[in-house]
């Protein structure tokens, strides 16, 4: 393995944590959004990683990842979104020193889509004070792990939490307003810059980056409406989140679109301050890019991702049971387009994974073969872009544990380690043993 390239895995807070009660932690807007019914499953107990850390720390030390990419929990260590709780911290001190002891870096992220409901109550991403009360966040923690820890994550996917969580109302906080969704999104990547600023100022020498969701849009057919469709796709699915990091602003292209479709009264980017556009292009030593699919794009769905098959058990060949296509060809384009497009100091895979809900076989082995061939076929997308010059320094598979996927709840299983969420009985799957074997063999 070269020691110029990290092999780790990914989790985040919500999806395995469990424990929303303990140690004083806070409501999050994800335990308001499940109360409310709007998702079958809610954060309890999910895989009770807060309990079984050292658990699965050991499995991750079997494994032989070098980094480990989980999110802290804002609401644990600031209930009520601005008094630091110490014993929220404790939890992810513990769990830095494990790591550190199984020779495991760690990789945080700071915000993985749990905003405590004390901050959503006061305006949320859509408001701008909450950029001061990340950064206030951000601070306490850098100020108890910042001396143990190497690299920082800012955001984690933020047309997510902007797009699903305001435009479309399908993700919490559950808000469907337009303009609130770019108001949010203009403030996610704010708070990124601003962090970015504080872990640069309080965390040593360590590295900072944001992970960043895509899907890789390509035209479904050759027509000129289709060709079109592809570009706004791109615009409004990636570019609106890459460019401003890199320094490229908004895509006017995009904001003379959004303006034609009535989207803004008066100033299109009336949420936009004199230097706000610099604090987000702040510098960072890599670009974390979350991959899993890509579209076919049709002026159906140049604004409304849809999955291209039915998500569930037995999915159509070529789909994961999310409904999403396997196309790892895309990975590959799309990290050769970006290292063109934005030149990044590095890039690094912060999330590539697919869902199969296979389990235990009658002797309890649990054969994920397909699993294994998406891994297996992504991980050598990324050693063909590698080979092009684009200079990638991680690859973090998601998920290690199966876990709360959100929305749809847990049945959509992620993990390379099997959860009975009965026992939360830990059961490596072919695929956990297949990756450790991956990753002595190098990229
Ligand atoms: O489970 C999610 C994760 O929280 C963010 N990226 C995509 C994963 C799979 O949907």
Redesign the pocket.
Known sequence: MSSDFTWGV?T?A??IEGATHADDRGESIWDRFHAEGHMPDGGEPATDHYHRYQEDIALMGELGVGGYRFSIAWPRVMPDGKTINPAGLDFYDRLVDELLAAGIAPWPTLY??DLPIAVQDRGGWPHRDTVGRFMDYTAAVVDRLGDRVGHWITQ??PW?SAMLGHRDGYFAPGIADWKLALRAGHHLLLSHGRATEVIRELGGESQVGI?L?CRAGYPASDSAEDIDAASHFDGFRNRWFFDPVHGKGYPEDMVEAYAEAGRFEGDPLDFVQSDDMEVIATPTDFTGI?Y?TSLAVNTANKEREVAESEPGPNPAPGYTE?GWAITPEWLTKFLVRVNEDYGPSSIVIT?N?A?YSDGPDETGKINDQRRIDYLDAHIAAVGDARGQGVPITGYFE??LLD????V?GYG?R?GIVHVDFETMTRTPKASYHWYRDRIDQGL
């Open positions: 990914s985040s919500f999806q993985h889509w984690n996917e997510v992970a969701d979350n899993y999310m999330e994974g869902s998601w998920s876990n709360l996927e959100w749809a959509q992620f």
